[in-house]
């Protein structure tokens, strides 16, 4: 049976980073750059003992879509599998979505160069989103769909548990701030689920790591970035919206952000003001038929 890796074993060598992964090879040698990927490490491995997401012997798909976020994880996840501190098989896929203009050969050839098992697979979904939308619609929500459907399928197919995807901590906030703007709802976005299916889990073991570092990271790691030109270079989003308030939140106030993201694992029923969560009824002195006196 499948063991969820220990706390002890997590921590082990937590400040060693010598014997790494050979993606690092031509990663800098300087002090601001062990510093930032030991931060980087350190916050993924947080993750992942937190909210138990490794198990031995599993297997997990590692989506990556050739951004930073991406590049930065799987990396990093490499790295910790390197050096025994994560006891599943990773293999990387790439979902091309028939975007126009898209690099295929940038992802295969940066895959195979550094030896690392994956998997690309086409799905013309462009042409799907780009008929189904009026023009001038934001294309994010239904492009997610159909990506993280077929993602879902390539899982199954490779013997994969879990689908792990490269959302950080700002992807967090600012999904939690379009919920409570806009939805009406204190939600997040979730470090560990379970599909509909109830087949496959999502991971985000990047959820306590920062979007300014991976942007650092990224740039040391010389990784050959690859621009979403479908969604992410549309005007307007809501969640630029957001990105802008915590960015401008941060600037005023530094450190900010990482309080808000430890904010999101410690909350309080009783301050809050749902009665499914916390039962108001039930106490004492409070009127059972939800009637106030005087």
Known sequence: ??????????????????????????????????????????????????????????????????????????????????????????????????QPNFPKHILPEWLTQNGIAHRIEYRDTYSVVTSTLPQGATYCSLCSRLRRGNLYRIAREEGCSALVLGHHREDSLETFFMNLFHGGKLA????????????VEVLRPMIYCGEPDLEKFAEHMAFPIIPCDLCGSQEGLERNAMKAMLNDIEKRMP??????????????PSHLLDPKLFDFLGLSGAPKDGVSGG
Not at 255 to 268: C, E, P, S
Request: proline share 5%; hydrophobic share 45%.
């Open 1 to 98: 049976m499948n063991q969820i890796v220990s706390p002890a074993v997590l921590e082990a060598d937590a400040e060693d980073l010598s014997g790494t992964h050979p993606l690092f090879a031509a990663a800098p040698r300087s002090v601001e750059f062990n510093k930032l990927r030991k931060r980087l490490m350190r916050n993924m491995r947080e993750a992942i003992e937190k909210f138990g997401m490794a198990r031995a012997g599993e297997k997990w798909l590692v989506a990556i879509s050739g951004g930073k976020d991406s590049y930065g994880m799987l990396a990093l996840l490499l790295d910790l599998k390197w050096r025994g501190l994560l006891p599943v098989e990773l293999i990387a896929c790439n979902l091309d979505q028939g």
């Open 255 to 268: 450190g900010r952000k990482d309080i808000m993201i430890r904010a999101l694992g410690n909350v309080r």
């Open 188 to 199: 997040a976005m979730p470090p560990r689920l379970l599909n509909d299916d109830g087949d």
